[in-house]
């Protein structure tokens, strides 16, 4: 009993050291925090209400300069917005916090995951695989996912609104599929692969979210004994088996060189992400495992993000017809009228739609933050920070800054028509991350959501309401309700 009350007091007494004690000059504190336990209980309950309480940090810290101190029990994390200190951050500060561990067994050397000095050499080995030649030779895929999703909705024309997003994750997952790893996903079992694949990679992000949520399993001796913990296992044992299915089909493949139709038409030298890791492992630049991790962490990242852009952007176009009815002007334009397929020529051309694209990435980016911790002395512009402190980047609010305008949470594609009145700052436009770690596959997601896009809306006028979406945020920012759209054939 003596020792428990030994304990208790301790506490007390370190509490009061920890809030009393003299510190250097610091943001301010978002309002709130508790004595002991800071402002943790604001990010227990609903995810819903979790992003609200994130959106009110951010919308404190853009009025506050930038810059605020929220408290996590003892620990204190800095959410930053300011364009300049978020650089700053972005290009020095190379590493990721601890909740990032979170994903390491699965994701481990993936470039979202990776330590900094594992992630600079792999990122140099596979931005080759991300260049605009190589991307191009990706467009047949976009065009046929495309098409086929064009049909599936048929079902849903003329009907009550529905929700989009299903159809949307099988079309994405399936243009990842084919253009990532090179292996056809339309036989049987590649598309049982695919469906096992892509419910395991919900269940696993879920499962994260749920230890974020439940701060007692941070600690890993907590967590090791938990139930969550076998759960997680399971589902990264059967991720690993699944991506080790399709590197082997592939391996297969390549041995008996067979190439997948967007290959043949490739300039010389072309490979494939999967078909580079799998170069790399032969020549000792990856193991298998580290092949899986980076195949696990592209396909991981692109499906959820591609996904709910798109859902944003159909939203938007359906709540604005007037936005509708340019871009349909533009497609017809580009297309000369005609009811025809789209080349990848035509894509550069439809110049307002991807202007309705960026517009809703700048509202709606899909990672609305992200997390960097510092391995020595960082210096921004009013405060110096010690090694070991915790940043989180608000993309959300660096894409609202005042330096947007007074319009800046309202939704207007034209700002993006006179690079004039666009901001001098190109941090303002943070939807793909900013700095040296940045998306290494920003240019295909677009690539993907404007053809998508192109030929949902040649074919249908849709109609939503984005006043009445309700959104959420647990690794990704996606609607969870009011987010419905109706279609209407077009005659």
């Not at 692109?302 to 859902?311: E, F, V």
């Not at 297309?335 to 739609?353: A, M, N, S």
């Not at 849709?462 to 609607?479: A, S």
Request: some cysteine; hydrophobic content about 40%.
């Amino acid at each position: 009993m003596f020792l428990v009350e030994l304990i208790l007091i301790w506490c007390v007494i370190f509490a009061l050291w920890w809030y009393k004690r003299p510190r250097h000059p610091s943001p301010p504190v978002y309002p709130g925090a508790l004595p002991v336990i800071g402002h943790a209980h604001q990010f227990l309950g609903d995810i819903s209400q979790i992003w609200q309480v994130e959106n009110d940090i951010y919308h404190f810290c853009m009025e506050n300069g930038g810059l605020v101190e929220v408290r996590l029990g003892p620990v204190s994390v800095y959410v930053v917005s300011d364009l300049d200190d978020s650089l700053t951050i972005a290009n020095t500060c190379m590493e990721k916090p601890y909740l990032y561990g979170f994903g390491k067994k699965m994701y481990g050397c993936g470039l979202v995951t990776a330590n900094a000095s594992t992630w600079k050499p792999h990122r140099k080995i596979l931005n080759p695989a991300f260049n605009q030649q190589i991307l191009n030779t990706f467009f047949q895929e976009y065009s046929l996912q495309a098409r086929n999703l064009v049909t599936e909705l048929a079902t849903e024309a003329e009907k009550d609104a529905f929700d989009v997003v299903p159809y949307l994750k099988k079309t994405v997952i399936r243009s990842v599929y084919k253009t990532m790893i090179g292996v056809n996903p339309n036989d049987k079992e590649q598309e049982a692969i695919l469906k096992n694949y892509a419910h395991a990679t919900d269940t696993f992000f879920s499962l994260m979210l749920e230890r974020f949520q439940s701060v007692w399993l941070h600690l890993p001796l907590l967590y090791n004994m938990s139930g969550l913990k076998k759960k997680q296992d399971a589902v990264i044992e059967t991720l690993k088996n699944l991506s080790k299915k399709i590197t082997t089909i592939r391996k297969l493949e390549l041995k008996q060189n067979i190439n997948s139709e967007y290959v043949k038409e490739a300039s010389s030298g072309y490979k494939s992400l999967l078909d580079q890791l799998l170069d790399g492992g032969e020549k000792q630049v990856f193991t298998d495992e580290e092949i899986r991790e980076h195949l696990n962490t592209v396909i991981g990242a692109a499906y959820d993000t591609s996904t709910m852009t798109t859902t944003f952007c159909l939203i938007l176009i359906g709540s604005y017809p007037d936005v509708q009815a340019r871009i349909w002007k533009e497609l017809q334009e580009v297309l000369d009228g005609q009811e025809r397929d789209l080349t990848r020529h035509d894509l550069p051309k439809l110049v307002y739609l991807e202007a309705v694209i960026k517009e809703t990435l700048r509202l709606y980016p899909p990672v609305p933050r992200i997390g960097r911790c510092n391995d020595s002395e960082v210096q921004l512009k009013h405060y110096t920070f010690p090694a070991g402190t915790t940043f989180i980047l608000s993309l959300y609010g660096m894409n609202r800054d005042p330096i947007w305008g007074k319009d800046a949470n309202e939704f207007n594609p034209d700002r993006w028509l006179n690079p004039g009145t666009l901001p001098d700052n190109p941090n303002a436009f943070a939807a793909f991350s900013i700095g040296k770690r940045n998306c290494i596959g920003k240019q295909s997601a677009m690539m993907s959501v404007k053809t998508t896009l192109a030929y949902i809306l040649q074919k249908y006028i849709v109609t939503g309401d984005i006043r009445n979406v309700q959104c959420k945020c647990d690794l990704i920012h996606k609607p969870v309700s009011g987010h419905y759209i109706a279609l209407q054939l077009r005659t």
